[in-house]
């Protein structure tokens, strides 16, 4: 069985909104330190969250990645932001704490390697089905470890999302049920 994933390119993404959880300063200052030559393009998805953080990531953004920092800061309709966040090679999420689920779990089934903190309890959840995920303290120490997921690996995390997904039937299979 082959699979069909979205053509990646040499591209970042940085986080899913303008969380105050997000630590995007944090992943900042480490992509411009593995790539101070700005091979790579950082998109940042920051249409709703914090207005000042927006504000502040914008600026930030500019000031490290030059015209390779694109940020994303209009609502869109799902299937052309779908389009966006598919692209990049790598996603790249701060928080510490359980966020941003759906998007990173529709990453990983696309194909893009993705590194989450240490203290993300998402992190050793996708660890423990199986998935190819990895920590942004301990995984993420130079250039090539913003390489690509390889084909073999794309597909191992397509079907461990197949094998462990769970149909919200089975965990609440009444309960709209009118005859209880």
Known sequence: ETYDFPQKTKAVIINHQASVTGNHVTLMRRLS?????????????????????????????????????????EYMPREKYFDIINKPQVAMFGQKRQEAAGNIGRLLIEGTKVFLREDNPMLKYYRDKGYYVFSFENDLNSIEDLNPLTYDEKVHNRKVWYSTRTYYEDFMPDFFNDEQ
């Open 33 to 73: 330190e593995i790539d101070p030559d700005r091979t790579f393009k950082v998109y940042m998805p920051l249409s709703y969250g914090s207005r000042y953080l927006k504000q502040y990531c914008v600026k930030y953004g500019y000031k490290l990645f030059k015209n390779s920092f694109y940020p994303i800061l």
